[in-house]
C-alpha cells in the first residue's frame, strides 16, 4: 500500500497532475470529515496526557502546546481543554524562547525537544490512532490497497530525528500504516 506525504500548501492542480491516480486526502485541521479527525487539533477528548495521571486533553496538539515551556511563561493546562481547534498554538514570539516540555502538567523534569518528542507527542498521537481512529485507519489501508493515497499536512517531515522541522502527523500516519511506527 504506498502512501506518499506531501505539502497541503502544494497547488491542488499540481497534486492532480503528478499523482493523476491518486487518492489525495487532506488530514489536516483544515480537511474535511472525515479525514481532519486525524489532525492533532482534533477535539477527540479523553486523550491521557503523559507523565499526568488522571489528566487528560481534549486534543494531541493541546497536550503539546501545554506541557511547552517558555522563558516567560510555564505550563498552560486550559490548552488542553480547547474543542474548537483555535488558539492552541503557543508562540516564541509571544512568550520567547521554548525551553522545553514539561513531564507532566506538575512534573519536575524539563525535556528536551528529542525527548518530548518521543516521550510526549509519539505516545499521545499513537493513544488517538489506536483509540480513536481505527476504523479510518482501516479505511485508508482499504483505499491504499492497489492505489496510492497522498496523505497532505502542513509540515512533510517525516524523520524523528530530524528536529529542524516540526513532525508531521501525516508521516506518523503513513508509518503506523505500514508498521513502522517510531520507538
Known sequence: MPFIVKSRHQP???LRKRFANALIIDVTSRGS????????????GGIPVPFSPGYFSTTVEGIWQGLKVFESIGVDA???LITDMKGIKRSTRKYGKVLGHRAGLTGEQLLPYDKARRQIYLPSY???LENC?????NEL???GTGKTVVLLDYETNCDLDNLSRPLSHAGLIKLYLEGNWPT
Open 78 to 80: 486550559a490548552k488542553m
Open 33 to 44: 470529515e472525515p479525514w481532519v479527525r486525524f489532525s492533532p487539533m482534533y477535539p477527540h
Open 133 to 137: 481512529l481505527l476504523d479510518l485507519l
Open 141 to 143: 489501508e482499504q483505499l
Open 126 to 128: 499513537r493513544w488517538v
Open 12 to 14: 491542488p492542480e499540481s
